[in-house]
């Protein structure tokens, strides 16, 4: 039987963590601050990754955690790969060169003593084409609907070839972050669950957004949140099962506090709670947040 969310997931602690001069340009929520040294950005990171990764666990979720390696500074967001019930997994096209690096032999070896490769799209990097897993595509997994937001690291024709490969049906759409710019990361700006889709519809261009948002209406409730919102990274978040099998919504603290009472009470009808972390200098020098620190392993 398909399921949405998982019950076991995987983080990578870093061993180096800095704001990635080599995704800066397309991710507009990095902010690069030259008073501060990689060394003391990477302790800063570290004791907000043993947070979270204590208050998973302390929620009965399970966690497994591989060390990261020098030289890749945006190793802590591991959306380079995506796993399936079938226990295969596809592996992605990275636009920082200093992120391929991030698949490596030791990480893509583990994950293959439970998931055999299907798909490998990291040739695609030499031909300047992008799609960045689960960062680009927000996966319907149960009614098998792949939604991206095209940008420089989401391409819309190796998107299809992924959906034409895995079954998956794709909506696609064009984005406007608070810079003019591309929305550079599908998930920062909505995320689906079991039984609720959030999404800041009002980032979407005119001529698509009625298509996106007939199409979760018709598989799910939907709650918006405002552009001011997804900045402060309310679309980042995940939904995961515990142990008993009972599922929770994963978020910053930046999220949470920026969510209204209102939303919180429509947010806890769905689930059985909502685990927050304080995250703020992940966010401040990553440009991600929760979700995307989180991969799911079906």
Same mark, same amino acid.
């Given at each position: 039987?398909?399921?949405?969310?998982?019950?076991?997931?995987?983080?990578?602690?870093?061993?180096?963590?800095?704001?990635?001069?080599?995704?800066?340009?397309?991710?507009?929520?990095?902010?690069?601050?030259?008073?501060?040294?990689?060394?003391?950005?990477?302790?800063?990171?570290?004791?907000?990754?043993?947070?979270?990764?204590?208050?998973?666990?302390?929620?009965?979720?399970?966690?497994?955690?591989?060390?990261?390696?020098?030289?890749?500074?945006?190793?802590?967001?591991?959306?380079?790969?995506?796993?399936?019930?079938?226990?295969?997994?596809?592996?992605?096209?990275?636009?920082?060169?200093?992120?391929?690096?991030?698949?490596?032999?030791?990480?893509?070896?583990?994950?293959?003593?439970?998931?055999?490769?299907?798909?490998?799209?990291?040739?695609?990097?030499?031909?300047?084409?992008?799609?960045?897993? !689960?960062? +680009?595509?927000?996966?319907?997994? =149960?009614? %098998?609907?792949?939604? $991206?937001?095209?940008? @420089?690291?989401?391409?819309?024709?190796?998107?299809?070839?992924?959906?034409?490969?895995?079954?998956?049906?794709?909506?696609?759409?064009? !984005?406007? +972050?608070?810079?003019?710019?591309? =929305?550079? %990361?599908?998930?920062? $700006?909505?995320?689906? @669950?079991?039984?609720?889709?959030?999404?800041?519809?009002?980032?979407?261009?005119?001529?698509?957004?009625?298509?996106?948002?007939?199409?979760?209406? +018709?598989?799910?409730?939907?709650?918006?949140?405002?552009?001011?919102?997804?900045?402060?990274?309310?679309?980042?978040?995940?939904?995961?099962?515990?142990?008993?099998?009972?599922?929770?919504?994963?978020?910053?603290?930046?999220?949470?506090?920026?969510?209204?009472?209102?939303?919180?009470?429509?947010?806890?009808?769905?689930?059985?709670?909502?685990?927050?972390?304080?995250?703020?200098?992940?966010?401040?020098?990553?440009?991600?947040?929760?979700?995307?620190?989180?991969?799911?392993?079906?």
């Amino acid at each position: 039987m398909l399921s949405q969310s998982t019950n076991h997931i995987l983080l990578i602690k870093p061993a180096e963590f800095y704001c990635n001069e080599q995704t800066i340009e397309t991710n507009h929520y990095q902010i690069l601050d030259k008073k501060k040294t990689k060394k003391e950005m990477l302790q800063e990171a570290l004791l907000e990754f043993k947070a979270f990764e204590n208050n998973l666990k302390r929620n009965k979720i399970k966690v497994t955690t591989l060390m990261g390696q020098v030289g890749c500074p945006d190793n802590i967001f591991p959306n380079w790969a995506v796993s399936h019930n079938d226990q295969t997994i596809d592996l992605f096209s990275m636009l920082g060169k200093n992120r391929r690096l991030e698949k490596s032999k030791k990480h893509i070896s583990f994950l293959n003593q439970t998931y055999s490769t299907k798909n490998d799209y990291s040739d695609s990097e030499n031909e300047s084409i992008f799609l960045e897993g !689960t960062s +680009s595509l927000v996966l319907d997994r =149960i009614n %098998h609907l792949a939604y $991206m937001g095209i940008s @420089g690291r989401s391409d819309p024709d190796l998107a299809q070839q992924w959906c034409n490969s895995r079954g998956y049906k794709l909506i696609k759409f064009s !984005t406007k +972050s608070h810079t003019g710019n591309a =929305i550079y %990361h599908t998930d920062v $700006m909505m995320y689906i @669950g079991t039984e609720l889709a959030v999404i800041c519809s009002e980032c979407i261009d005119n001529n698509t957004r009625e298509l996106v948002l007939e199409s979760l209406q +018709s598989t799910h409730h939907i709650m918006e949140i405002s552009s001011e919102q997804l900045i402060s990274f309310c679309g980042n978040c995940i939904e995961v099962c515990d142990e008993n099998n009972e599922s929770h919504l994963i978020m910053s603290s930046t999220a949470y506090q920026s969510y209204s009472k209102q939303q919180k009470e429509v947010l806890l009808k769905h689930y059985k709670s909502i685990i927050h972390s304080k995250l703020e200098s992940i966010e401040k020098y990553g440009g991600g947040s929760a979700r995307c620190m989180i991969m799911e392993l079906f």
